[in-house]
């Protein structure tokens, strides 16, 4: 299994739990994703996954919708991701991707996979759960949060209706690594419902 399989594998293991542990009446209570709730959070992790699919002209398997069952939803569409890491020749295919011509393998690490990392934070957040981020994740993506491009910010630069990213929050210099690369990414590490 290569590192970017395990890498999915463990954060994936990481944000189911964070879905099992939602409490059934916490399911519309608002995220820190503006407009989202908790389960539009897990929404959108299931769809990242099915676009992830798309260049191989796939899609998702049947499964229970997220307003069914957040967690099987989640389940399937993990199993559909999973299933390309799982094969050497289709996760070292190139395909395009909005941000270039890459491995599906790097395409799923950068996009599906790291988002688990980020709306994990959201939906522990916003259900009342430890919004710990694992100090070794928050060290690797600190280098790279830094230089966030422009585009990543603009409403509508990937797609219609695509937002990436909302304004960097400033947090200070002294705060912990894990705030401070939350308001790279536009989160206020101090948010509540």
């Known amino acids: 299994m290569s590192d970017i399989a395990t890498r999915y594998r463990?954060?994936?293991?990481?944000?189911?739990?964070?879905i099992a542990a939602v409490e059934p009446g916490r399911w519309s209570d608002?995220?820190?994703?503006?407009?989202?709730?908790a389960r539009d959070v897990v929404g959108h992790i299931i769809d990242m996954h099915a676009v992830m699919l798309r260049p191989l002209g796939r899609s998702l398997s049947p499964a229970p919708s997220v307003a069914q069952d957040p967690l099987a939803a989640f389940t399937a569409a993990r199993a559909d991701v999973e299933a390309l890491l799982d094969d050497p020749a289709t996760a070292e295919r190139k395909v395009d991707t909005p941000t270039g011509n890459m491995s599906v393998e790097?395409?799923?690490?950068?996009?599906?996979?790291a988002d688990m990392v980020l709306h994990g934070w959201d939906l522990s957040r916003a259900t009342g759960q430890d919004d710990t981020i694992d100090p070794?994740?928050?060290?690797?993506?600190?280098?790279?949060?830094?230089y966030?491009?422009?585009?990543?910010?603009?409403?509508?630069?990937?797609?219609?209706?695509v937002v990436v990213l909302g304004p960097e929050v400033e947090v200070p210099d002294d705060a912990p690594l894990q705030h401070r690369l939350l308001g790279l990414f536009g989160r206020?590490?101090?948010w509540s419902a």
């Open 30 to 37: 608002p995220s820190p994703c503006e407009e989202w709730t």
């Open 106 to 113: 790097q395409h799923i690490d950068q996009v599906a996979s």
């Open 148 to 161: 966030i491009p422009d585009e990543m910010r603009i409403p509508g630069a990937f797609g219609p209706g």
């Open 10 to 18: 463990t954060r994936a293991d990481i944000f189911a739990a964070k």
């Open 136 to 146: 070794a994740e928050v060290e690797a993506m600190w280098p790279h949060a830094q």
């Open 188 to 190: 206020d590490p101090n």
